[in-house]
């Protein structure tokens, strides 16, 4: 039987696994105490706007521990930001609990493979309920792992949602690196494998392009095959906040301070002097 509390009722019911799969079905698994009943409803709310989308998904029928559910996200026509999960039944409702921290890197990547416009990708909340992230997305080089060796600036990582296929073959790159003030550029040979990256650039060929100026710049990858140059940065984790979280050791070339840092939209930067 469900009890009420302040804002509706609650219902003997968690989520044991939770996953959107390549194809954008929210998968999810039900510990039930009780079989669900005809008319309630998986309601969606955006955290930030209020806006709310729901789908039917009680129905009378056999007792069960436990149930599956499938629902496909593209219909529901659901912004970017964040979304709450509840349970609906006669106008009241009640956040849906979670036991499934709703995170696979591997999931991530392959998730990442195909051209996407929105990602969506399933989490639990650090009070235990479950909610959706869903981002814009777009072709990106997704950084895995960045270092200062040799006097060179290199970084790896994958193409994600540019469609590419994840094999052997090779495709021709380049890593540019922009400073907007001045119209500065220094770019190198990169390679990509399939969807992989790496790339590597002398730090004195970046001071020797801006001698006289501190200041940062923007890398991007230039990859034949995507029709647009490709932003640096780190989307496909659970780090919300890299600009204060993540902090990499910096290189000194010539007396100056090189060091990488994220921007709050988890794009990749390299600070120069300052």
Request: hydrophobic share 45%; charged share 25%; net charge negative.
């Amino acid at each position: 039987m469900a009890l009420f509390d302040g804002e509706g009722f609650v219902m003997g019911v968690v989520v044991t696994d939770a996953e959107v799969t390549l194809a954008d079905i929210l998968s999810l698994r039900l510990a039930i105490d009780e079989p669900l009943e005809a008319g309630t409803e998986l309601l969606l709310r955006h955290r930030a706007t209020g806006v709310e989308r729901h789908v039917l998904i009680g129905s009378p029928g056999a007792r069960a521990q436990e149930a599956t559910l499938a629902v496909s996200l593209a219909p529901l026509e659901l912004t970017a930001g964040r979304w709450d999960a509840y349970l609906r039944r006669d106008g009241a409702r009640s956040r849906l609990r979670s036991i499934d921290p709703g995170f696979s890197l591997d999931h991530l990547d392959a998730y990442a493979l195909c051209q996407r416009t929105l990602a969506y990708r399933s989490y639990r909340t650090r009070n235990g309920y479950l909610a959706l992230k869903i981002s814009e997305a777009g072709p990106a080089a997704e950084v895995r792992a960045i270092w200062f060796r040799e006097g060179r600036f290199e970084v790896t990582g994958l193409l994600a949602y540019t469609g590419l296929e994840d094999d052997d073959s090779r495709h021709e790159a380049v890593l540019t690196l922009d400073r907007r003030m001045t119209a500065a550029r220094v770019s190198a040979t990169a390679t990509v494998q399939g969807v992989r990256f790496h790339a590597a650039v002398s730090l004195v060929d970046v001071l020797a392009a801006d001698p006289d100026e501190a200041g940062t710049w923007e890398p991007a990858l230039e990859v034949a095959g995507v029709p647009t140059p490709l932003r640096l940065g780190t989307w496909l984790d659970d780090v919300d906040g890299k600009r204060r979280r993540l902090h990499y050791p910096s290189a000194v070339v010539d007396g100056v301070l090189i060091r990488p840092c994220y921007t709050a939209d988890d794009e990749l930067r390299i600070e120069v002097g300052g």
